[in-house]
């Protein structure tokens, strides 16, 4: 079946510009995450939704970072007034329930790059 | 606080021999450890899990992974590595007795295996 889809694949923007990311998750999967990952570090969770549970934002790094999710769908990560420090590879990642020992399914990240 | 630590940034092996990735973890309960691979331009892909059980764990493509509490480590192991191994393997863990919900993952270690 479809695994988690993102979009856009590559971004480029000039410093100051908001940027939208999407995510679809696989259907069926109530957890959604997303995850930063600048080169050559690891990852640095961000965000988690479950259901209609209130998010966890407790990774969001500062307030220009937002993310909003539709019941079970799909999710939006959106960063306003960017900076070059933003230059990363943002993943997503979905499970079929939230906390459980499920291991989590990644997207292909949208590689974000701030001019 | 959980954290994983993985030593080693690259880990050089020749096809045919066997291959050990290193990671511990620290938890204040008792942990989930997950190991994923990531090629390039790709997001992670899962490989194995500990959750409770066989201290041993057998995952994809031949991998295995020892869980040692005394030690608090969970190394990845393969008996006889293959050129198509390589890319870069992350470790993660949950604290399954907190409310943290995300994975902590350590910075990677890349494995090159050489022909």
């Known amino acids: 079946g479809a695994g988690v889809s993102q979009s856009p694949s590559n971004k480029v923007t000039e410093k100051g510009k908001d940027v939208e990311l999407r995510c679809d998750p696989i259907?069926?999967?109530?957890?959604l995450y997303w995850y930063r990952q600048r080169l050559g570090q690891g990852l640095e969770f961000l965000i988690y939704?479950?259901?209609?549970?209130?998010?966890?934002k407790s990774g969001l790094p500062s307030d220009r970072f937002s993310a909003e999710r539709t019941g079970e769908s799909v999710s939006t990560l959106t960063i306003q007034r960017t900076q070059q420090e933003d230059s990363a590879v943002y993943l997503c990642?979905?499970?079929?329930?939230?906390?459980?020992?499920?291991?989590?399914?990644f997207g292909d990240g949208t590689r974000l790059s701030i001019l | 606080a959980q954290s994983v630590a993985q030593p080693e940034d690259q880990v050089n092996v020749a096809e045919g021999n066997p291959l050990t990735v290193k990671c511990t973890y620290s938890?204040?309960?008792?942990?989930?450890l997950f190991w994923y691979v990531q090629y390039p331009n790709r997001g992670l892909q899962f490989l194995l899990k500990?959750?409770?059980?066989?201290?041993l764990v057998k995952g994809s493509y031949g991998f295995e992974a020892e869980f040692n509490k005394s030690q608090t480590s969970f190394h990845l192991k393969k008996p006889s590595a293959l050129v198509s191994d390589s890319a870069l393997y992350f470790c993660?863990?949950?604290?399954?007795?907190?409310?943290?919900?995300?994975?902590?993952f350590g910075s990677g270690t890349r494995l090159q295996v050489q022909p």
């Open positions: 990642a979905s499970s079929p329930i939230m906390g459980s020992n499920q291991p989590q399914h």
């Open positions: 259907s069926g999967h109530t957890a």
């Open positions: 939704f479950q259901g209609n549970s209130a998010p966890d």
């Open positions: 938890v204040s309960g008792n942990p989930y």
């Open positions: 500990y959750i409770t059980g066989d201290n």
């Open positions: 993660a863990v949950r604290d399954m007795d907190t409310g943290r919900r995300a994975l902590t």
